[in-house]
């Protein structure tokens, strides 16, 4: 049976190593997870023929190693039902600060752009991608297996 699925749609191959550990399965239920995930889930691997701004993103990121979603903060407030943008930009912010979102000041079409990498690419045609999330993760479950050293 055809669920729709595909080999280039785009998913999220959490490792089982990272997967069992406290600090994944905590953020994963966090305001946090869900406004990463919509950017995420909106990032461009592949020209846009009806997307003219997800083409220019396709063609200047990630070919250049990029995985930029063409969801701005607005779109998320919309997606997600926030009543308004200042929560979502705290949380933004935030994702910024521990280097899980990096932002990208643009132009386009004349009109300057702010643009979401959650992740950069290995190689373009395999669509191999590493995830700055996991790396935060990964970081993070190494200060506490430090701690317990100290």
């Not at 023929?49 to 250049?64: A, E, M, W």
Request: net charge positive; proline share 2%.
């Amino acid at each position: 049976m055809n669920y729709g699925l595909s080999s280039k749609m785009p998913s999220i191959n959490i490792p089982y190593d990272l997967a069992r550990e406290v600090e994944c399965m905590d953020w994963f239920g966090t305001p946090e997870c869900r406004i990463w995930l919509a950017f995420h889930s909106r990032s461009v691997r592949a020209k846009m023929k009806s997307h003219i701004l997800g083409t220019y993103i396709f063609k200047k990121y990630y070919r250049n190693g990029m995985v930029v979603s063409w969801f701005t903060q607005k779109d998320v407030v919309e997606a997600l039902g926030y009543s308004n943008g200042s929560a979502v930009s705290k949380i933004v912010k935030s994702l910024k600060n521990k280097n899980i979102l990096k932002e990208h000041e643009d132009k386009f079409n004349g009109n300057s752009i702010k643009l979401y990498e959650t992740g950069e690419v290995f190689d373009v045609e395999g669509q191999l991608e590493s995830v700055y999330l996991f790396k935060y993760l990964r970081q993070e479950i190494a200060k506490r297996e430090l701690a317990k050293y100290k």
